[in-house]
């Protein structure tokens, strides 16, 4: 009986740190307002798997922290879900503005340039120039369905 216990407890164990890790490793993210359209809709819940800009390739969707002016507009969501175009020392794309203090034509160390599928309604780059790799939640990797 105490090998089954102990079996038991060792299960539950195991289970519970692979929870921990899942979670700590995952997150869903919903999707708000139509940036990404049509690859996402509003409602869209989305699938992130954390990760560090050194591991994002250009073309991956990406979420990331809004910048500071803009988490402080009422109404604004906590994450922007964007496609990742330029990476540390890729040319800036067109329309893309140097971040402060860096001179050049190149996606300076330690910060990437995103773009919304929906240009007309984005909040991208083309206004807020290149994001820190400190504003990086992860990859999406796919649309959770209800």
């Not at 869903?28 to 819940?45: C, I």
């Not at 922290?65 to 906590?78: C, D, Q, S, T, V």
């Amino acid at each position: 009986m105490r090998a089954v216990l102990t079996g038991v407890a060792v299960a539950g164990a195991a289970a519970g740190a692979g929870w921990w890790v899942l979670r700590r490793g995952f997150v869903v993210v919903a999707v708000s307002g139509e940036s990404m359209l049509p690859t996402f809709r509003p409602g869209d819940r989305v699938l992130v798997r954390r990760r560090p800009l050194h591991r994002v390739r250009r073309g991956q969707v990406v979420v990331l922290a809004p910048p500071a002016e803009l988490r402080a507009l009422p109404g604004n969501p906590p994450w922007l879900i964007k496609r990742a175009v330029a990476l540390p020392g890729d040319p800036l794309p067109a329309g893309v503005g140097t971040p402060a203090g860096h001179r050049g034509d190149r996606v300076p160390p330690g910060r990437f340039v995103v773009l919304g599928d929906n240009a007309g309604h984005s909040y991208d780059s083309r206004r807020a120039g290149a994001f820190p790799a400190g504003s990086l939640l992860g990859v999406v990797l796919r649309v959770v369905r209800h």
